[in-house]
């Protein structure tokens, strides 16, 4: 098929207008397969973001809205007129949107508007009963309506396709697996710049646990908190670098003091190069409540990292006991004595390192089949006019 296809992209990651970033690379590939890509940014005017053209054809407009609540809308108009204006024909067009909530929202208005198919993309799990709170209860009541119209549905693993599946009712033929993209080459060639053991003197730890995450209710991060006090009984000499920053940062650290951890936990904010963390730490430990996907535990698998999580994400995919130690989010003693026995047993922690790296590397896709997957899957999607 001829370049040929118009998008219109539905995204909140503000990282699109951020020059060299991974996401605006990222886009303009997108644009590479397609005759035009237009991206709505739900945004706020407090962000002072400007419209931008990106290389070629690729198209970013702001909703510079006012206030929270009136993003949705003011990207639904945006979106609406970006339909007309740039003359987008059925059977030629989609839209994309980036999750099933506030921009899917704004997605399912679009189509009804002009009966462009809609694919919606799913990269959380909306329907864990730990995706919980006044406000996740209205997101979970729209994925439900969005994901019901939308004419594909985009997940990252199988068992978020099964499960999207059963509570909803939606057919097989509807729901697309493409896990997201990650440079395995990139990961494994990063050189080496520092070694935890030593970057961080006043911690003199023996064993480092690494944790990668937003510092969210979500991420669960006390429970690496509780589980670190527990292996520091036996290992006194165990430490927690904590990569991230976010909502829950003051608490964590307040936590840290009630456990009387202060001399065994580094929180070093977030970082654009992991490579250094992920290379030298002895262990990765992901405590997550729910996950869509868990791109840093690929990150730490690929760099050889043996991995302690809770059973969420691509975790699910994974066999206990033989490419990480796999544990229910409610069991800290499970997920120390995992710690315990990588503490106790090197020849374990290179085995489940080097059988996570071989698992994750058969099920990850090279860049050119990711591609390609995108793109076939635009293109199905845009004949669907009938729906």
């Known amino acids: 098929m001829e370049k040929g296809l118009k998008v219109l992209m539905i995204s909140s990651d503000r990282k699109i207008l951020e020059e060299g970033s991974a996401v605006s690379e990222r886009m303009k590939e997108y644009g590479a397969l397609v005759e035009e890509l237009h991206i709505v940014l739900l945004s706020d005017v407090r962000h002072g973001l400007k419209d931008k053209q990106l290389p070629n054809n690729v198209w970013v407009y702001t909703t510079h809205s006012y206030l929270n609540f009136l993003r949705p809308i003011d990207a639904c108009r945006l979106g609406k007129k970006i339909v007309f204006d740039s003359k987008f024909v059925r059977g030629k067009s989609i839209i994309t949107v980036q ?29 864990s009963p730990y995706f919980s709170g006044f406000l996740n209860s209205i997101r979970k009541t729209i994925a439900r309506k969005v994901l019901h119209h939308a004419d594909s549905i985009r997940v990252v693993t199988e068992g978020l396709k099964s499960k999207i599946s059963k509570q909803l009712k939606i057919e097989n033929s509807k729901l697309k697996i493409l896990p997201i993209y990650v440079d395995k080459e990139k990961i494994e060639n990063a050189p080496i710049k520092f070694d935890l053991h030593t970057h961080y003197p006043w911690h003199p730890w ?58 065994g936990v580094a929180f070093v904010g ?43 994400g691509i975790a699910l995919e994974l066999e206990h006991n033989r490419d990480a130690y796999i544990y229910p989010p409610s069991y800290p003693e499970l997920l120390a004595q995992g710690v315990t026995d990588l503490i106790e047993n090197s020849q374990k922690r290179e085995n489940l390192g080097t059988n996570l ?31």
């Open 357 to 387: 790296k071989h698992t994750l590397e058969h099920k990850l896709l090279s860049k050119a089949d990711y591609m390609a997957k995108i793109k076939e899957n635009w293109e199905k999607t845009a004949v669907m006019i009938n729906r």
């Open 206 to 263: 023996h064993f480092v646990l690494l944790a990668v995450s937003r510092l969210a209710p979500e991420k669960n991060l006390e429970l690496a908190l509780a589980v670190l006090a527990l292996v520091r009984k036996r290992f006194p000499d165990t430490g927690l670098v904590i990569v991230g920053s976010g909502p829950e940062e003051t608490s964590l650290k307040l936590k840290v003091k009630s456990l009387k951890l202060e001399d």
């Open 99 to 127: 999750d099933p909530f506030e921009c899917g929202w704004v997605g399912m208005r679009i189509k009804r508007k002009w009966r462009i198919p809609l694919e919606v993309q799913l990269h959380t799990d909306p329907f």
């Open 270 to 312: 977030w970082q654009d190069d992991l490579s250094s963390f992920y290379k030298t730490a002895d262990a990765f430990i992901q405590t997550s409540l729910f996950e869509g996907y868990g791109l840093s535990l690929v990150e730490a698998g690929l760099s050889g990292l043996p991995v302690v999580t809770t059973s969420v």
